[in-house]
């Protein structure tokens, strides 16, 4: 609907210095590119970054009637010192932190009403500053994943094409400015380098067709072996965040990978019961997975891994059915309701994740497991992976409707997609198009999408063994906010 009086661009066109086409009370220029239209009335209240000296300290005081809105605001600087020598363009890094303030920093905000993460927060003058002094593959970071995030959020072909172009320019000068830091002796082991590696991990993860993600952690673990091993810096202020959640994602992989493609799994199978022990429930509080079965995936991938290695089959161990039993048992065992007694807030929250990951996790064990003959195709346990599935399900159709759960149901989806092979289960492969599809838009990441590719690959395939479906490395992963310094 047009409408009436004096035509006025809306204000999102005006910033974009686009034509408006005038449609009320959204323009549809806005709704086609995926944007949510300010409109046009009072002009909405944005974050700006401005050199100094350009606006004077005021002590006005602002009515701010949203949460989201008043936490955004708070992020605001009022001036930024640009240090000589930054080699990338400052604009570029301002505009980047504006769109991660204004649009991906709100919509991470309803995680924080299950758990306050000290690694969501927005983005100050006093971060953006320390990014400023950062090299090009940490401050670039944040423009690709910015970048990424536009991408999956516009529905115009052009639009997305431009910044895909975009993104690839950016991360082509991220990976030759962690190269040149990499020849440097003097900083080839530093905090700032593994990091770099990790971050470009986490980039190339969230991609539809990803590249080889697991070469950055391969060469993040060399570098960490020069540093004294990796779990001594697990418990780092600098690196330690990061490489426990790349270590996540890297464990989760394993989990979407063919069996003959999991080379690194002993690595995670003598490292995560330490660093568990180490780290207590705050382990997985960014993902939200119960460390318990985040455990139990570590030990399927290295059953996994010994069972198509036989020669790698270490001594006393030569009973591997009856230890893949001993880990479904455990599985089955864990209590989501003891498990969220432990949290501070949402108790009913954090129980129904627990439930969600129980179920997927009993359907990869058994489903990886049998792919590769290592439990038996019995009908009991046929029985229980069906249950399981239908449980799951359920708990998904629930739990994707929920803003502050969503993020974190993106492995337990792809999990129920793999149940959906027989000709029986068109509504179930509907449902989980659907949702990756939904998922996707939402979290502006594209791995829902490459997790759909696979999934349809699969379904068209007619076969049913987990090694089928994935054929080679994957990870699917919903993280997208990426450090560029402390929040302290």
């Known amino acids: 609907m047009k409408q009436d009086g004096p035509r006025s661009h809306c ?55 949203d949460k989201e809105t008043a936490e955004v605001q708070a992020a605001s600087p009022v ?26 920093y709100p919509n991470l905000l309803p995680m924080l009403e299950l758990d306050p993460n000290g690694a969501i927060y927005p983005i100050t003058s006093t971060i953006f500053q320390r990014g400023l002094a950062s090299p090009d593959h940490r401050r670039l970071a944040l423009v690709c994943m910015s970048l990424n995030h536009q991408i999956n959020q516009c529905k115009m072909a052009l639009e997305s094409h431009n910044l895909c172009t975009e993104l690839l320019h950016y991360r082509g000068i991220m990976i030759r400015s962690l190269r040149d830091d990499l020849k440097a002796q003097e900083k080839c082991t530093s905090d700032l380098v593994i990091t770099g590696m990790l971050i470009l991990l986490l980039l190339d993860a969230q991609q539809r ?49 063919h069996a003959s493609n999991l080379p690194a799994s002993y690595i995670h199978y003598q490292q995560v019961e330490s660093m568990i022990q180490g780290c207590g429930h705050n382990y997985l509080a960014l993902h939200k997975f119960p460390p318990e079965l985040f455990a139990q995936l570590v ?23 009856q230890e893949a039993h001993n880990v479904l048992q455990n599985i089955q065992c864990f209590s989501p309701g003891q498990w969220a007694e432990l ?33 038996p195709s019995t009908s009991s346990l046929q029985n229980s992976c069906l249950m399981q599935s239908e449980l799951l399900q359920s708990l998904l159709e629930e739990g994707l409707l929920v803003p502050k759960l969503r993020w974190f149901l993106l492995w337990p989806l792809v999990i129920l997609g793999t149940q959906a092979t027989s000709g029986d289960y068109t509504v179930r492969r509907i449902f989980v198009q659907n949702k990756l599809s939904e998922m996707s838009r939402f979290m502006g990441v594209s791995s829902p999408l490459a997790a759909k590719d696979v999934l349809e690959r699969f379904w068209a395939s007619g076969k049913a063994g987990w090694d089928d479906c994935f054929d080679k490395q994957y990870v699917f992963t919903s993280q997208i906010a990426l450090n560029v310094g402390s929040p302290k």
């Open 11 to 65: 204000w999102e066109c005006r910033r974009r210095t686009l034509v408006c086409d005038f449609n009320f009370p959204e323009c549809g220029r806005c709704t086609r590119s995926g944007i949510t239209c300010p409109g046009y009335g009072v002009k909405p209240v944005r974050l700006r970054w401005l050199a100094p000296g350009q606006v004077k300290a005021r002590n006005r005081k602002r009515r701010v009637d």
């Open 79 to 104: 001036a930024i010192d640009i240090p000589r020598g930054v080699g990338t363009d400052v604009h570029v890094f301002m505009r980047a932190a504006d769109y991660y303030n204004t649009r991906i």
């Open 209 to 257: 067709t990803p590249a080889d993600w697991r070469c950055h952690l391969e060469g993040a673990y060399k570098a960490l072996v020069l540093r004294g091993g990796l779990s001594t810096l697990t418990e780092s202020t600098g690196v330690g965040p990061l490489l426990r959640s790349c270590i996540f994602i890297a464990v989760l992989g394993d989990t979407t990978s």
């Open 299 to 321: 030990t399927i991938g290295h059953l996994r891994f010994r069972a198509t290695n036989p020669h790698e089959e270490p001594r006393g161990t030569d009973n591997i059915l």
């Open 343 to 375: 949290k501070p807030r949402s108790t009913a929250d954090w129980a129904f994740i627990g439930r969600v990951y129980q179920a997927a996790t009993i359907i990869y064990c058994i489903s990886s497991l049998q792919s590769l003959s290592v439990l």
